[in-house]
């Protein structure tokens, strides 16, 4: 955990700032010094809600890695769109659905096209986790990746399209292989369920150096994620860069780890409600998509 806790020390809050040196000078001592001065200089506290529950819900999230294209075509016809003019934070902006059906919205969106997928759901699954990565065709024939990162939403509330299947009787297990099965098996519905989650998120374009390969994207913290000992939390009950215990154990996996509070996301609202980032492509996509399971945390605090 010591360089995901070294990444947080490039935008430290005031509470850890004061630690950031000592921080840096142990990230080349050994595992043991580093936990004695843990022990020495942090005291942990259980995480409860107000209603004193000290047991949440952990859920995960990944960085996708999908093919795209610069030109629409009849294989890469799903757009993802920068910022349009007249955003404004915590106003609403047009529905998915109204993106696609009014023209008003398509004429606000028209020449803010980035990169065009050849799926929706992988569309979908990238707005969600809010960024990704992308592979595009050069003109000369060679190809780059370029990451596409947060640059805002159409300030409406996240819908789930697992809960919406549930609801329909049509799942029995949302998961993300799931509801992708589903929808190949249902394509004239496809839209539909788009439509049942309102927010989109819009981008914009990062390069992506031989650097970033490890590393995640910047979380709402403003440092890169690290796959494993970076998660995301409601920063009203844990503040960003703060050192975190989690324990966690189900089907998936079990977890019993120190990680750092560095994102946020529109689900992630309460005191015992964390997202962790499992990193980048399938392997990951494989984990996020399926785990869900109880959560206990315990914030590692300055004495």
């Not at 890469?76 to 003019?85: D, G, N, Q």
Request: net charge positive.
């Amino acid at each position: 955990a010591w360089n995901a806790w070294l990444k947080s020390c490039e935008r430290p809050g005031p509470v850890f700032a004061p630690l950031c040196q000592q921080v840096r000078r142990l990230s080349i001592r050994s595992v043991e010094q580093q936990r004695d001065w843990l022990k020495l200089r942090l005291q942990p506290y259980r995480v409860e809600s107000l209603s004193g529950s000290a047991e949440g819900l952990l859920t995960a999230y990944f960085e996708p890695m999908l093919e795209a294209s610069r030109i629409a075509s009849a294989e890469f016809s799903v757009p993802l769109y920068r910022p349009p003019a007249g955003l404004v934070p915590q106003k609403p902006w047009y529905t998915r659905q109204q993106m696609e059906t009014l023209a008003q919205a398509q004429m606000a969106l028209a020449g803010l096209e980035i990169v065009y997928l050849a799926n929706p759901i992988d569309a979908l699954v990238l707005q969600i986790q809010g960024s990704g990565r992308v592979r595009i065709g050069n003109s000369n024939g060679s190809q780059a990746w370029l990451r596409l990162a947060y640059a805002g939403s159409n300030e409406h509330p996240y819908g789930s399209v697992g809960r919406w299947l549930l609801d329909q009787g049509a799942l029995r297990d949302a998961s993300w292989p799931a509801i992708k099965a589903w929808a190949r098996q249902n394509p004239q519905r496809v839209k539909e369920m788009l439509w049942s989650n309102p927010r989109t998120v819009f981008f914009r374009e990062e390069a992506l150096s031989d650097s970033d390969a490890d590393s995640g994207p910047k979380g709402a913290q403003g440092v890169a994620l690290t796959p494993g000992r970076s998660i995301a939390v409601d920063p009203l009950s844990i503040p960003f860069g703060t050192p975190v215990w989690l324990a966690s154990a189900g089907a998936q996996v079990k977890l019993q780890k120190l990680v750092l509070a560095q994102d946020t996301g529109s689900a992630i609202t309460g005191a015992v409600r964390a997202d962790y980032f499992t990193g980048v492509g399938a392997a990951a996509e494989e984990l996020a998509g399926q785990l869900k399971q109880p959560l206990r945390l315990w914030a590692l605090w300055p004495k």
